[in-house]
């Protein structure tokens, strides 16, 4: 799950008594009796990660707790993503992919003691988003839940979700704008289409989320704060309702349809190689398989997508991927999660990342946040001690890098891409300009980055920066963010870099020497794992002396590593 956290935990605010009041009043509704027809499954699990919930590992919103022989809400964590993670229910997914009697015994006995805990308006867990998260994955798993149950217990659980539905109708519009009001809607829908005398409130619910496809999402297919795992939960949230609409015999609103035809082709233009999306702005790749599903099941054709996918560019040939990071970062509001990541790329070969970026910090606290947010965790320049965007208050980005219009051509000799930006031009009097070359067969990538003073302000302000450094120079290095997985040794006395891929892949990095090569220690965030994985980043290292500085590097195929090549190792799960 993208970072979306609105959890409010503070006992005395205005929207959580509003929340519980509305809790309140929406459990003197008459229940649902039962379902108008048999839910289908839409969401989808790990199997490894609910076979670690059966044994009592839970790893929730990148907290774990060892509660073997506990109930989740006994063992709870005093961590807000921990708790924003319980009351959602998205593990509801992993247990129901582990299957066995076990998994089953444990989602029942969990959500029926969230029931008697919390059913009736208590807990943090009544706030618009997780409520609409929280009912798709009971409606989902519903058969699972109530295999075995007697009228009672069956009795106990239409109520509570009748009077999460019903606070749903009185609560959705204070939902934030985005993903957490698409969730509320969506819940909301979903419930009022599949409970007994619940349809009423589907219209409207239906007209609101037919306004926010129009505001939300824009002409081009993607959202404000450009996160790709983001987008691809909007996506994902938008065809369940339309396929829910499809066999409850009614028709989709048009806005809504066109909303996910919109956004199709621009997931896919954010899908690497491997299937897993392009990491920026606090998105992660996404569970595996996920978006290749969430395609298939929209049934939009794939089509050609010109010029930038949501601010990205992306150049493709052979079996080689790359997507660049072509416009200013996010800005106000939708800026809170975003990254100075401008100018930086990915790099995928066939199953295997090879150029990543570390990644959101989110799950292990505000220090790795903040990390994870700066220019130096992204592969691309920067100029030492500063970003290309700098935090301000309440979190968000200011003073964003500006971007200058990208140039990009296609040719026999391959595609290739001209972008810059000028977020350092008001620092440094200096703007960067990014040159990449993909050769036609995708064995390789050639890049140029330069660094100068173009204009006569900009020209005054640097000479005012030289002055202050008693003319040492800028100092600025290129960074590589390799993947873990990838096997990074220094080659040819220093000159180069090799790189071995489990696939059995050798990429050789080199560069024109006019920067000092070195290999340093990285870090790879990953969702879903206790801590930071170790990997290791190619730096180049140089400093500004004149108006203008130019390096020059490639990465291309070892002349030995074969066209094809059989991939068959699986990857280790993030558990």
């Known amino acids: 799950m993208a970072e979306t956290s609105t959890l409010r935990t503070e006992p005395d605010s205005t929207p959580r008594f509003a929340d519980r009041l509305a809790a309140w009043r929406a459990g003197f509704t008459r229940p649902a009796s039962g379902f108008v027809s048999q839910p289908e499954p839409r969401s989808i699990g790990m199997v490894a990660r609910g076979r670690q919930l059966v044994a009592g590992n839970l790893l929730l919103g990148g907290v774990l707790v060892e509660a073997p022989g506990r109930t989740l809400w006994e063992a709870m964590s005093p961590e807000p993503s921990f708790i924003e993670a319980a009351h959602g229910f998205t593990w509801l997914d992993d247990l129901a992919a582990a299957g066995d009697l076990a998994a089953r015994a444990r989602a029942q006995d969990w959500v029926f003691d969230w029931i008697a805990r919390f059913g009736r308006g208590k807990g943090p867990g009544w706030t618009p988003d997780l409520t609409g998260r929280r009912l798709i994955r009971w409606i989902n798993h519903a058969l699972m839940l109530l295999s075995g149950k007697d009228r009672a217990e069956s009795e106990a659980f239409f109520a509570a979700l009748t009077r999460?539905?019903?606070?749903?109708?009185?609560?959705?519009?204070?939902?934030?704008?985005?993903?957490?009001?698409?969730?509320?809607?969506?819940?909301?829908?979903?419930?009022?289409?599949?409970?007994?005398?619940?349809?009423?409130?589907?219209?409207?619910?239906?007209?609101?989320?037919?306004?926010?496809?129009?505001?939300?999402?824009?002409?081009?297919?993607?959202?404000?704060?450009?996160?790709?795992?983001?987008?691809?939960?909007?996506?994902?949230?938008?065809?369940?309702?339309?396929?829910?609409?499809?066999?409850?015999g009614r028709k989709a609103p048009p806005e809504l349809t066109a909303a996910i035809v919109r956004i199709a082709p621009t997931l896919r233009a954010l899908r690497h190689a491997d299937g897993g999306l392009a990491r920026f702005h606090s998105g992660g790749r996404g569970l595996e398989g996920r978006l290749d599903h969430a395609l298939a099941q929209s049934g939009i054709k794939p089509m050609a997508i010109t010029g930038l996918a949501m601010g990205f560019a992306r150049m493709a040939a052979g079996r080689t991927t790359v997507i660049v990071d072509a416009k200013s970062p996010p800005e106000g509001r939708a800026s809170t999660a975003a990254h100075a990541s401008t100018l930086a790329f990915e790099m995928t070969s066939g199953r295997r990342p090879v150029i990543v970026s570390c990644g959101s910090g989110a799950p292990f606290g505000a220090e790795w946040r903040r990390a994870g947010r700066a220019t130096a965790s992204h592969s691309t320049l920067t100029i030492d001690g500063y970003s290309s965007s700098r935090l301000g208050q309440a979190e968000r980005l200011t003073d964003r890098a500006q971007v200058v219009p990208p140039r990009s051509t296609q040719g026999p000799d391959g595609q290739a891409l001209l972008i810059g930006h000028t977020g350092w031009a008001a620092t440094h009097g200096l703007t960067h300009m990014r040159g990449l070359e993909l050769s036609p067969d995708g064995r390789a990538l050639m890049g140029q980055d330069t660094l100068g003073a173009l204009t006569g302000a900009e020209r005054r302000r640097f000479d005012a920066v030289m002055s202050s450094v008693k003319l040492q120079g800028v100092p600025f290095s290129i960074r590589f963010h390799l993947h873990p997985e990838v096997d990074a040794q220094i080659d040819l006395g220093g000159a180069a870099v090799s790189l071995g891929l489990r696939s059995g892949e050798i990429w050789v990095f080199r560069h024109d020497g006019v920067a000092t090569l070195s290999l340093e220690p990285s870090v790879y965030l990953e969702k879903g794992r206790l801590k930071p994985r170790a990997t290791k980043q190619i730096v180049l290292s140089a400093r500004v002396l004149d108006y203008a500085a130019e390096v020059g590097w490639t990465l291309a195929k070892a002349q030995d590593t074969p066209l094809a090549i059989r991939d068959l190792e699986r990857d280790e799960p993030p558990v």
Not at 201 to 230: H, K
Request: proline share 6%; net charge negative; glycine share 8%.
């Open 164 to 248: 999460q539905t019903v606070y749903l109708s009185r609560r959705w519009k204070a939902a934030a704008p985005g993903l957490p009001r698409f969730e509320a809607l969506t819940g909301l829908v979903c419930a009022g289409l599949a409970l007994t005398g619940m349809e009423r409130l589907t219209t409207p619910a239906l007209a609101a989320l037919a306004r926010d496809c129009g505001t939300e999402i824009d002409s081009e297919g993607g959202i404000p704060t450009r996160n790709p795992e983001e987008l691809l939960e909007v996506f994902t949230l938008l065809t369940w309702v339309a396929q829910t609409l499809d066999e409850a």
